[in-house]
């Protein structure tokens, strides 16, 4: 019986460019032959995009995955040049803490998700639109869900749109 594993699960309400799965096979199929398969398969929307044979003992995708990168599409809430953009998500990231309040086994605990922002991109200027993109840790320590970073955004922007754009397996993008 073929084994199937997926990735990192999507939260509610986005997009996805980096969604993976695992499958583990009961005969040996050339990869062309399992990607033409699962093309098929899938309904209208969905595109696979690449198939890789592993190759002896692999971490798990879950295992495996490290990072994460979420980009945001945001409109400012009062018109803003690019200094001005770039000047609020620079202060955002030199702060310690960015705490956001998760619910525990017992009530709520507040947590700082800024040691687990690794990286940021900003594109300014798309017909009125800030593109930011985030790189996140995923692992054991945590992980930031786009909701979260999104409360530290909506002072001056709305966002529009947010799409999980790349997994990071180690250093490399998947």
């Given at each position: 019986m073929p084994r199937l594993s997926f990735g990192p699960p999507l939260p509610l309400g986005l997009e996805s460019e980096?969604?993976?799965f695992d499958l583990e096979l009961t005969v040996d199929l050339k990869e062309e032959a399992v990607f033409n398969a699962l093309q098929e398969a899938l309904p209208p929307g969905l595109t696979v995009l690449k198939v890789q044979r592993l190759v002896g003992k692999t971490p798990s995708l879950m295992a495996g995955i490290k990072a994460l990168s979420y980009q945001?599409?945001?409109?400012?809430?009062?018109?803003?040049?690019?200094?001005?953009v770039q000047s609020l998500l620079g202060r955002l990231w030199a702060k310690n803490e960015l705490p956001v309040v998760k619910g525990a086994k017992n009530g709520e605990k507040v947590v700082n998700i800024r040691p687990l922002w690794l990286d940021y991109h900003l594109d300014c200027g798309l017909e009125g639109l800030v593109l930011?993109?985030?790189k996140v840790e995923f692992g054991p320590r945590g992980t930031i869900r786009p909701d979260d970073f999104c409360t530290f955004l909506q002072n001056d922007f709305q966002v529009k749109r947010v799409i999980r754009k790349e997994a990071f397996f180690g250093e490399k993008v998947i």
């Open positions: 980096a969604e993976f945001f599409f945001l409109e400012p809430r009062v018109e803003l040049d690019q200094t001005q930011l993109t985030i």
